[in-house]
């Protein structure tokens, strides 16, 4: 059964380019979180999906990043425009339909460096 | 949401056994209590959950006061490998989740 997967693993892309993030859940699962961890950091929450629905997205910054779930595929973290702050590692998580205490399922992230 | 306190960082040694404690003094009566650990280059695993008095599980063990006010993660004979981030969150059940991840706390065994 496998985990959460994300990818790429590693990603570079240089200022102004943009920045592609895929988290496939685990199976059964649909809904799906991204987080945000800075180094040294704790993670930051950005963004609550479920299949085709945005349900929280209070902590997603309001320009340049946007994300899906469509009813076929991954999820998708979209970022235009990199700029050097947004160097970070990405992370998805999913949890089952019926969320009620279930704990989040993590991948393993994606590290963003933007030069 | 209900902030989360604990603290910054903690050394122990091997055989040892160890004890994490939160503080979240606003947690609401549906509130429940959940532990996740983060090694370098991963993501957080799910440890431990509890709402009141004891939970133990294969890993670990889970203490919560009767308040409720904090909880404390019981880490039996660590190991090397337990060396990692521990994060400790509060959160409602039945309530859209953003987990809210504090700082955690930066456990190191040492030999």
């Known amino acids: 059964n496998a985990g959460v997967m994300q990818n790429p693993r590693h990603l570079v892309r240089r200022r102004g380019q943009e920045a592609r993030l895929r988290c496939s859940p685990m199976?059964?699962?649909?809904?799906v979180y991204w987080y945000r961890q800075l180094p040294e950091e704790g993670l930051k929450f950005m963004v609550y999906l479920q299949k085709e629905n945005i349900i929280d997205e209070s902590g997603m910054p309001k320009e340049r990043f946007s994300a899906e779930f469509p009813k076929e595929g991954p999820s998708i973290l979209r970022i235009q425009q990199v700029v050097r702050g947004d160097s970070a590692a990405y992370f998805c998580?999913?949890?089952?339909?019926?969320?009620?205490?279930?704990?989040?399922?993590f991948g393993n992230g994606t590290r963003l460096t933007v030069t | 949401l209900a902030k989360t306190t604990q603290p910054i960082s903690m050394d122990s040694y091997e055989g040892q056994e160890v004890n994490i404690t939160c503080s979240h003094n606003n947690i609401a009566t549906n509130d429940y209590i959940t532990w996740y650990q983060q090694f370098p280059s991963q993501g957080p695993r799910f440890i431990i959950q509890g709402y009141k008095t004891k939970v133990t599980n294969e890993v670990a063990s889970l203490f919560i006061p009767a308040d409720r006010k904090s909880s404390t993660l019981s880490l039996p004979r660590v190991s090397l490998s337990d060396t990692a981030v521990y994060y400790c969150l509060v959160e409602s059940s039945g309530s859209a989740r953003q987990l809210t991840f504090g700082s955690g706390t930066q456990l190191t065994v040492l030999p």
């Open positions: 998580a999913s949890s089952p339909p019926s969320q009620g205490d279930s704990p989040l399922h």
């Open positions: 199976k059964g699962h649909s809904h």
